[in-house]
């Protein structure tokens, strides 16, 4: 055991895990938007924008996000006419093609979660509210969303938790996350026990807060 | 579509060899995952505190770590682990341990992770009836795990053993950084020599979707087999 080794590297692998940090809350919340979309496609009569939505999801679910990555990554570079458009701004970045990657990966989740939270709530709930003469509009955002909100609270836990490790894959494209100097350190260093267990501890470390809070916000929100 | 030609012209018989790769690993890599369930599920449903204490700290380590760091871990630590062992024994010759077996057993310690969690949910959801029942017919514990507490687990474990499956035949592709040449690494390979990287990763992700399916069509076979009579 390297002890000078383990404290030499945890300023690194500190500063790493705040790359991994924003590359988690920027596409979680890009997720939960194009989650919450494709949910409430899901449930709506149409057959075509339903099978549509069905179909995101599966493809999305069914591969693995490190072909999602090399896709957007090193594919979508191919296409001259996006080459050539403003987008590409975007697209040449490793970052945001991280981002991107990551957003429709946990969107495709969230909308698994979301519309079996929607699809729970009981008819009567809704009911009562058009008998008291309230507008659907106002059923869907002041009863429908908060009830599911609540509902789809621990799935979406481990989502996070999910996402979080997935962010890993951000090191395949260039990007230094903490896996990405993790593994710089290792391959330079030689050794792999030693910061496994500082970076391993670092990511058990952010697990643990997430997991944390939200069984605090399961508690604050049960009824 | 003369990208995907079987022989020397095209990617085709590279291809379906590596999806063979990828399914062969899959499966030693979840055949691996049980015997590291049969081991820590009956320590995660001990009496002892302290053998329950080693159980949790392997799920929850392994869950919450990034699959991506422990490939690191065991394709970097994993030739130095086996030849410090070997070194115990007296043998100091450099030993490489290939791609595959490093692969499987870094995928198949993560998959055991999931699936010790879904073999203690299964037995502890099982009716504590069942156990006194047969504690009362004098069975032995040998014969009331095989003859009572299996094959009710088992209905209980398929289909959150069919989730463990289809992660790990995903996580299958995270092998590629090893270099072992699985569907990942082939369309790398191919997309690289072709500079055509958005139809190879295109077709891998339809590679990986046609697994999924397949499997899944498969499971649900074995699903209803095992609901016989509920």
């Known amino acids: 055991m390297d002890f000078e080794l383990m404290i030499n590297s945890f300023p690194k692998l500190l500063n790493a895990a705040v790359v991994t940090l924003k590359l988690l809350s920027v596409s979680l919340i890009v997720g939960l938007f194009i989650g919450l979309l494709f949910a409430i496609l899901r449930l709506n009569k149409n057959i075509f924008i339903n099978k549509f939505a069905y179909g995101y999801s599966y493809v999305f679910r069914g591969t693995p996000l490190l072909v999602q990555i090399f896709i957007i990554y090193f594919g979508l570079g191919q296409i001259e006419s996006l080459r050539s458009s403003f987008l590409w701004l975007i697209l040449k970045e490793p970052y945001w093609c991280a981002i991107i990657a990551f957003a429709l990966n946990t969107g495709a989740y969230t909308s698994e979660i979301l519309r079996s939270a929607f699809q729970t709530i009981k008819p009567g709930i809704i009911e009562a509210g058009k008998s008291l003469g309230i507008s659907n509009k106002i059923i869907f955002y002041k009863v429908q969303i908060p009830i599911a909100i609540r509902q789809s609270l621990p799935a979406y836990g481990n989502e996070i938790i999910l996402m979080l490790k997935g962010t890993s894959l951000a090191s395949t494209v260039t990007l230094m996350d903490l896996t990405g100097v993790a593994k710089y350190i290792i391959s330079t260093t030689f050794k792999p026990i030693e910061v496994f267990i500082v970076a391993g501890g670092i990511y058990l470390f952010m697990t643990f807060i997430v997991h944390n809070v939200i069984k605090f916000l399961e508690k604050k929100y049960s009824y | ?230």
Do not use: C, H
């Open chain 2, 1 to 230: 579509m003369e990208l995907l030609a079987f022989g020397d012209t095209g990617w085709g018989d590279e291809l379906f060899r590596a999806t063979l790769m990828t399914i062969a690993v899959s499966i030693t890599a979840m055949l691996i995952g049980f015997s590291f369930a049969a081991i820590f599920t009956p320590l995660k449903l001990s009496k002892f505190k302290f053998l329950n204490l080693i159980a949790n700290i392997y799920t929850t380590v392994i869950r919450g770590v990034p699959e991506l760091l422990v490939i690191y871990l065991f394709f970097f630590g994993g030739s130095g682990a086996i030849m410090f062992v070997a070194s115990i024994f007296g043998y100091n010759e450099y030993i490489e341990i290939n791609a595959f077996v490093t692969g499987s057993f870094a995928i198949g310690i993560i998959s055991g992770a999931y699936s010790t969690e879904v073999f203690r949910g299964a037995i502890q959801s099982i009716d504590k009836g069942q156990f006194e029942a047969a504690k009362v017919l004098g069975f032995s514990k040998f014969k009331q795990f095989y003859k009572i507490v299996l094959p009710q687990m088992l209905r209980l474990a398929i289909p959150n053993l069919s989730n463990v499956w289809q992660i790990t035949l995903k996580d299958t592709s995270l092998i590629s950084v090893t270099g072992l040449v699985e569907i990942m690494r082939q369309s790398y390979i191919a997309a690289g020599s072709t500079r055509d990287p958005l139809f190879f990763y295109s077709f891998a992700a339809v590679l990986y979707l046609l697994l999924t399916f397949i499997s899944m069509k498969l499971i649900n076979k074995l699903e209803v087999k095992y609901s016989r009579g509920y």
